[in-house]
Nanobody, 120 residues
């Protein structure tokens, strides 16, 4: 079994910053992509940013220049520093990891989510 533990959400004023972290643990052989998705009330879950084990990044247009995803492969951890936050960034943020586990199966894992609220 694999677990994803997220941290770093909270309440911040517009223009402020937060830093999300997510660590994967458990029976892990390898992790391909790790990333962050978000879901605002009444909206579908959407990609925020993802990064492969080789460092290739894919960012949503709405966060380019403000959020910069990074990853520590040795720690199975992905980071998302978020700057210049806007009220429209308010959502539950979910960590995602594409894992080959100890049984050799490739699975998509999700964290429980962390709330980010940006006040105007």
């Amino acid at each position: 079994q694999v677990q994803l533990v997220e941290s770093g959400g909270g309440l911040v004023q517009a223009g402020g910053s937060l830093r999300l972290s997510c660590t994967a643990s458990g029976s892990i052989l390898s992790i391909n992509a790790m990333g962050w998705y978000r879901q605002a009330p009444g909206k579908q879950r959407e990609l925020v940013a993802r990064i492969t084990s080789g460092g290739s990044r894919n960012d949503a247009d709405s966060v380019k220049g403000r959020f910069t995803i990074s990853r520590d492969n040795a720690k199975n951890t992905v980071y998302l520093p978020m700057n210049s936050l806007k009220p429209e960034d308010t959502a539950v943020y979910y960590c995602n990891a594409q894992v080959t586990d100890g049984s050799g199966y490739y699975r998509n894992y999700w964290g429980p989510g962390t709330q980010v609220t940006v006040s105007s």
